[in-house]
C-alpha cells in the first residue's frame, strides 16, 4: 500500500498551535469587545434554508453557496427573544466561491447584529464605527480606515440638499 502525503485541501485552511494560540486571543478581544457594547453570543446552525440567504443578497449570493438538497425545516425562536435582540457569532463559514489567494472555501467570520421586530432606531447602526474601531484598536491595529455604506445616510445627504430621492 503507497503512503499517503497528509495535506490540507485546498480553500480550507489549518491553524496550527502558534497560529492557534493568536487566533483564540483574537476572538477573545472580539467576544469582550462585543459584549462590552451589549451584545450576546449565539450559535446558529452552519446550513440555512436558501430562500433565506437569498432573500439577503439575490443573484450574486447564488454563486457564493452551497447547495444541500435535503434538511429539516427552519425553526425560529420567536418568542424568547426580547427585542431588539443585539447578538454576535464568531465561527466557521464556507463559500462555493473558486480558492485564490487572500480567499478561503472556509473562514472564520465575527458577525454582530441587531434585530428588531418593527423599525430600529438608527442608533443601533450608529454605534457600528465606534465598535469596530474598539475592536479593531484592541487588537493592536493601528493604521485602519472604517467606510460607511447606508443608503438612509446617503439619503439623508441628498434631502440635506433639497434633492430628491430619484
Known amino acids: 500500500m503507497a503512503n499517503v502525503q497528509p495535506r490540507t485541501l485546498s480553500g480550507f485552511m489549518e491553524l496550527l498551535p502558534a497560529r492557534q494560540v493568536q487566533f483564540d486571543r483574537m476572538v477573545s478581544i472580539l467576544r469582550e469587545t462585543y459584549s462590552l457594547y451589549g451584545f450576546t453570543p449565539l450559535d446558529t446552525p452552519l446550513i440555512e434554508a436558501s430562500e433565506v440567504l437569498l432573500?439577503?443578497?439575490?443573484?450574486?449570493?447564488?454563486?457564493?453557496?452551497?447547495?444541500?438538497?435535503?434538511g429539516d425545516t427552519d425553526l425560529l425562536n420567536d418568542g424568547q427573544l426580547t427585542f431588539p435582540f443585539r447578538r454576535f457569532q464568531?465561527?466557521?463559514?464556507?463559500?462555493?466561491?473558486?480558492?485564490?489567494?487572500?480567499?478561503?472555501?472556509?473562514?472564520?467570520q465575527a458577525d454582530i447584529d441587531v434585530?428588531?421586530?418593527g423599525a430600529l432606531d438608527i442608533s443601533n447602526e450608529a454605534e457600528i464605527p465606534s465598535i469596530i474601531y474598539r475592536a479593531f484598536t484592541a487588537l493592536g491595529l493601528k493604521r485602519f480606515q472604517i467606510r460607511v455604506n447606508n443608503r438612509k445616510i446617503l439619503n439623508g445627504f441628498y434631502a440635506m440638499l433639497g434633492l430628491s430621492q430619484q
Open 115 to 117: 434585530i428588531g421586530d
Open 55 to 70: 432573500a439577503k443578497g439575490g443573484g450574486e449570493t447564488e454563486k457564493q453557496i452551497y447547495r444541500f438538497m435535503k
Open 90 to 108: 464568531i465561527g466557521k463559514g464556507s463559500g462555493g466561491e473558486r480558492a485564490q489567494r487572500g480567499r478561503f472555501r472556509e473562514f472564520y
